[in-house]
C-alpha cells in the first residue's frame, strides 16, 4: 500500500471514529436530558426556575428557537421547489431534512416540560377548536408529514412529477405554521408583552433568519467533512440572503418595540425591557441587537470580510441573537407584572405589582439542550445514511 | 335433583349477598360525597359582589378559610398555589389606598377556557369556570391568558388532600367558587367567613337575590371591564 492510501486510510479511519464520538456526545447530552425530564416527573416543576409567575421558562426558549427554526429552514426548499431557483433545489432535502431534525427537537422539549407529559396525546382526542395550541398540534404534526413525502418526492425518482406540488404545500403550510407559533402570543391580549398582531408576521421573518443561519452552519461542516468548497457565488448568495433575512427581522423586532411605545399602556413594560429590567436589557441589546445583528451584518457585508470563516461566524451569531431574543421575549414578557389594575400601585403575597425573579435551574437547561441534541442525532445519522450533500450542476442556471 | 336444586339456591343467595355488599357502598358513598343527579342549570349564574370599603387592611381571613376548605398549604412561595389573596391598592393621585380580594374571576367568556389545548378548563353551565384535573396536561397556557393571575400550578407532589376538593401535581388550579359547597347548598368559604360580610355571594340572574338587588342600588365595576369578559366577581368601592 503506497504512502498515500495509507495516509488517506488513516485519515477515513480518524472520520470514522470522530463521528461516533460526535454521535456518542450528542447521546450522552440526550441522556442527561432525560434524566432531568425524570426529576422533573418525580419531584414536579419544583426543581426548575419557573413558578408562578414566570410559568414558561428556559425549555420554552429552547423549543419555539427549534420550531420557528425548522419552519424557517424550509424557506431554502421553497425557494427551489416553489420559484425553481436550481442552487435552492440542490439544498431542499437537506433544507427539509433539518426541519424534521429541528422540528422533532423542538416538540419533544415542548412535550416533556409538560406537567403531565404521560397525557401528550390527550389534545388528539380532546381537541378544543378555539385554542391555538390545538391548532398547533395539527399544524406541527402535519408539517412533520408534509416534509416527509416532500423528501419522499425528491429522493424516490419516480415521485419526482409530485415534487413541486408538495412543496408548494409545504411552503403554504410552514407560513400558517408560524402564524399559529406566533398567535400563541398574540392572542395573549391581557399582557403588556404580547397581545400584537405583529408578532405572527416577526416570527415569520424572525424564522427566514434563524433557518437560514441554521442551514449555512451545517451545510459548511458537511462541504468540511466531505474535503468539498462550496461554490464562491453559491456561498456569495447565501451569505447575502441571510444578510437580507437580518435586516428584515431587525426591522419587525423594531417595529414591534416602536408601537408598543406608543401605546401609553405599554410605555412601562418598554422601559423595563429596554432600559431598566436587568438582565433584559442586556440580553436585548447586547445579545440579540449586537451580536444576533450588527456582528453578523459586519461580516457579511464588510468588504474583505467574505471568507467561509466569517460567513459561518455570521451564521452562528444570529442563532445566539435568537436565543438571547426569545429569553426576552419569553421570560422578560412574564417579568413584568401583569396591570390588573392600571393607573394604580399594588403589591400582593403572589408578586403583584413586582418584577418576578427567575433563575433556570440545571434540569431545565439540559432539557433544552437536548432538544438541540436530538436535532443534532436525526441530522449527523441522517447525511450519513442518506444522500443528503448538495449536488450542484457545473453551471448556476439562475 | 334436590341436591342440585339446594346448591343452585344457596349459589344465587350468596351472588345476591355478594353483589348487595359490593354495591351498597357505592350507593352509600355517592350520597356521603353529596352527589347531585340533576344537571347544573344555566337559569343561574353564580357571582360575587366585594365591597372593598368594608374589607379591613391586614385582615386575610378569606385567605385562611380558602386555604383551610381547600387543603392548600398557605405557602407563600412563587410556586405555592395561591386561590385567592389580598392586593394592597394604592392611587397615587388621590392619595387613598385599600385592599380587596383577587380570585378567579369567573368570566363569562374566560380566556383560559379558550386556550386549553384539552377542554380541561371549562365553564359550567351556572358560570363557574373549573379545570378538570384529569384532562389537564399541565402547559400553563390558561396561565399565560389569565388577565388576573388567578391561576396556579402544582409544582410538587400533594399530601393529605380534601377529598371533596381533588388536586394533582403537574395539574394547574385556580378557585372553584367553592363548587362542593355551593352543589351542598352553602356559601362558599371566603364568603362564609369574612368578618364584615364584605363578600356578599348569589344568584346574578335570579332578580330577587340579594346580589342581584344590591347590583342594582349600589356602584359596582368588573376588573378589567375593558377586556370584555364579563367576570362574575363585582367590586364596590373600586
Not at chain 1, 406566533?182 to 415569520?204: D, E, V
Not at chain 1, 467533512?225 to 464562491?232: E, I, R, S
Amino acid at each position: 500500500m503506497s504512502t498515500s492510501l495509507n495516509s488517506k486510510y488513516a485519515a477515513l479511519q480518524f472520520k470514522n471514529r470522530l463521528y461516533y464520538l460526535l454521535l456518542a456526545a450528542g447521546g450522552l447530552v440526550l441522556l442527561a436530558a432525560l434524566y432531568s425530564v425524570h426529576m422533573m416527573e418525580s419531584h414536579g416543576h419544583i426543581i426548575t426556575g419557573m413558578n408562578n409567575q414566570i410559568v414558561w421558562g428556559v425549555p420554552h426558549v429552547f423549543a419555539i428557537f427549534l420550531i420557528v427554526a425548522a419552519s424557517g429552514v424550509l424557506n431554502v426548499a421553497s425557494i427551489g421547489s416553489v420559484f425553481g431557483k436550481a442552487i435552492y433545489k440542490a439544498r431542499a432535502p437537506l433544507a427539509s431534512l433539518l426541519s424534521i431534525a429541528m422540528l422533532a427537537g423542538g416538540l419533544a422539549v415542548l412535550m416533556l416540560d409538560l406537567g403531565r407529559p404521560d397525557r401528550f396525546m390527550l389534545p388528539a382526542f380532546n381537541f378544543n377548536v378555539t385554542s391555538v395550541f390545538a391548532w398547533n398540534v395539527v399544524l406541527y404534526s402535519g408539517l412533520f408529514g408534509l416534509v416527509v413525502a416532500y423528501l419522499w418526492t425528491m429522493m424516490e425518482k419516480r415521485m419526482n412529477v409530485w415534487t413541486k406540488s408538495v412543496g408548494l404545500a409545504v411552503f403554504a403550510w410552514r407560513f400558517i405554521l408560524t402564524t399559529g407559533t406566533g398567535l400563541i402570543f398574540a392572542f395573549l391580549t391581557a399582557r403588556q408583552a404580547y397581545g400584537s398582531a405583529i408578532l405572527p408576521p416577526m416570527f415569520i421573518v424572525l424564522s427566514f433568519a434563524w433557518g437560514m443561519a441554521v442551514f449555512h452552519m451545517v451545510q459548511t461542516v458537511m462541504y468540511a467533512w466531505n474535503d468539498k468548497v462550496l461554490d464562491p457565488a453559491i456561498m456569495e448568495r447565501k451569505k447575502h440572503l441571510l444578510g437580507v433575512f437580518v435586516l428584515a427581522s431587525l426591522y419587525m423586532v423594531a417595529v414591534y418595540h416602536m408601537t408598543n411605545l406608543y401605546f401609553a399602556h405599554k410605555t412601562g413594560f418598554e422601559h423595563f425591557i429596554l432600559k431598566d429590567g436587568g438582565v433584559y436589557p442586556t440580553l436585548f441589546w447586547w445579545g440579540y441587537v449586537v451580536l444576533g445583528n450588527i456582528v453578523p451584518l459586519i461580516l457579511i457585508y464588510l468588504p474583505g470580510l467574505g471568507s467561509k470563516i466569517s460567513a459561518l461566524a455570521a451564521s452562528l451569531t444570529v442563532v445566539l441573537g435568537g436565543f438571547a431574543f426569545l429569553y426576552v421575549f419569553i421570560i422578560g414578557g412574564q417579568a413584568y407584572p401583569l396591570d390588573i389594575f392600571p393607573g394604580f400601585q399594588v403589591s400582593s403575597t403572589f408578586g403583584d405589582g413586582q418584577i418576578a425573579s427567575y433563575t433556570p435551574s440545571v434540569y431545565e437547561i439540559l432539557l433544552g439542550l437536548g432538544g438541540l441534541a436530538i436535532a443534532f442525532i436525526i441530522t449527523t445519522v441522517s447525511v450519513r445514511v442518506l444522500n443528503f450533500m448538495p449536488h450542484d450542476k457545473p453551471y448556476i442556471a439562475d | 335433583m334436590n341436591d342440585i336444586h339446594n346448591q343452585r339456591r344457596s349459589f344465587l343467595k350468596t351472588s345476591l349477598g355478594v353483589a348487595a355488599v359490593t354495591v351498597a357502598p357505592g350507593l352509600l358513598l355517592f350520597d356521603v360525597a353529596h352527589g347531585k343527579s340533576e344537571a347544573v342549570s344555566s337559569k343561574v349564574r353564580w357571582g360575587m359582589l366585594i365591597d372593598t370599603t368594608n374589607c379591613a387592611d391586614g385582615c386575610h381571613d378569606c385567605v385562611t378559610a380558602c386555604n383551610k376548605e381547600n387543603g392548600l398549604s398557605g405557602g407563600l412561595a412563587p410556586t405555592d398555589s395561591q386561590w385567592i389573596r389580598k392586593i394592597e391598592i394604592k392611587d397615587v393621585s388621590a392619595g387613598r389606598s385599600f385592599a380587596l380580594p383577587m380570585m378567579c374571576q369567573h368570566c363569562e367568556e374566560p380566556p383560559c377556557v379558550d386556550v386549553c389545548p384539552t377542554g380541561a378548563s371549562f365553564k359550567r353551565a351556572d358560570g363557574i369556570v373549573l379545570v378538570d384535573k384529569h384532562r389537564c396536561i399541565g402547559c400553563r397556557y390558561c396561565m399565560m391568558a389569565c388577565p388576573y393571575k388567578a391561576r396556579s400550578f402544582v409544582h410538587e407532589p400533594l399530601h393529605n388532600q380534601n377529598p371533596d376538593v381533588p388536586r394533582g401535581k403537574g395539574t394547574v388550579e385556580s378557585c372553584t367558587l367553592c363548587v362542593h359547597r355551593i352543589d351542598a347548598g352553602k356559601q362558599p368559604a371566603c364568603a362564609e367567613a369574612c368578618p364584615n360580610k364584605s363578600i356578599l355571594f348569589g344568584d346574578l340572574n335570579d332578580r330577587n337575590s340579594e346580589i342581584a338587588k344590591k347590583l342594582r342600588t349600589v356602584a359596582s365595576v368588573q376588573v378589567r371591564s375593558d377586556l370584555g369578559l364579563n367576570p362574575g366577581i363585582h367590586y364596590q368601592g373600586i
